[in-house]
């Protein structure tokens, strides 16, 4: 079942995204323990693991055309040797305004990120707060803002109730959505924002109520199954430019159809562990995504 939540009005979500003269400014977490130690998705095999000397070359383009090509600020958490999905930072949290709602992971292979994380986020000067004991939530993985609305998934890894506790902590409006395909476990791997009003997405991932939610809420680019599984829709987009994964022919076409840049990048080794570009970069200040998809007059 999806419902939509919604508490008070959107203040601190519509306030982020006011300046659009500001960089972007995204946390990243280098590839230094990366590996596929364990099976928690469909896209995990202990015994396909990544060439990890290609995963850094991977982890750098994805870093320089963030940085350089596009003029993002890039913050860096160091990789625990424990976590080796640590480099999947989208995960951590979602930040607002300031405020970062710290993750509380489903599995607890992954559940030895979150002192981490919740450390980097206090020394840095962020009021964190922590997801109640008996909640699953992780973050930006699962949790999408677009424009003054919250998007959020439920049903793999974060857990319906985490919209309320979304809603309430940051006062505005959470869409859910279920998430019917278990190779689609985060949200961020099947749909991403270009504008307030414009996603991308792949349909196959949800149940028929929440294709028809999104087509009727938003302009929609659909991707086709293909290119979803080799997570085109897992892509940065920052003001007119779309950091995307490699080997996405046709989304690329309609990006650049409608005035965006695209910046194709591999990520081969990455996906080997159910990720690729926007699940390695977690957004702490997203104004400049709402830049209009061509020069203003």
Partial sequence: ??????????TQLAATAQDSRRPARLLMCPPDSYGVMYEINPWMKCSVQPNLRLAHDQWRQLFHVLTLDLGCCVEL?????????MVFTA???????????????????RSLEEPHFADWF???????IAAPDDLRFEGEGDALVIGDTVVAGYLKRSDIESHQWISESLNCPVLSLALADNRWYHLDTCLFALTKDLIAFYPGAFDEYGVRVLRNKFDTIEVDESEALRFGCNSICVGRHVVMPAGCPN???????RG?????VQMTEFIKAGGAAKCLALFLER???YLPPRDSP
């Fill in 1 to 10: 079942m999806n419902v939509t939540t919604t508490m008070g009005s959107p």
């Fill in 77 to 85: 958490a160091p990789q625990a040797n424990t976590c080796p999905d």
């Fill in 91 to 109: 995960n951590a949290a979602l930040v607002v305004d300031n405020i970062a709602l710290l993750s509380r992971f489903r599995h607890q292979q």
């Fill in 122 to 128: 206090a020394m840095h000067g962020y009021r964190t």
């Fill in 251 to 257: 989304l690329e076409a309609q990006l650049e159809t």
């Fill in 260 to 264: 965006y840049h695209t910046h194709p």
């Fill in 287 to 289: 104004s400049a995504d």
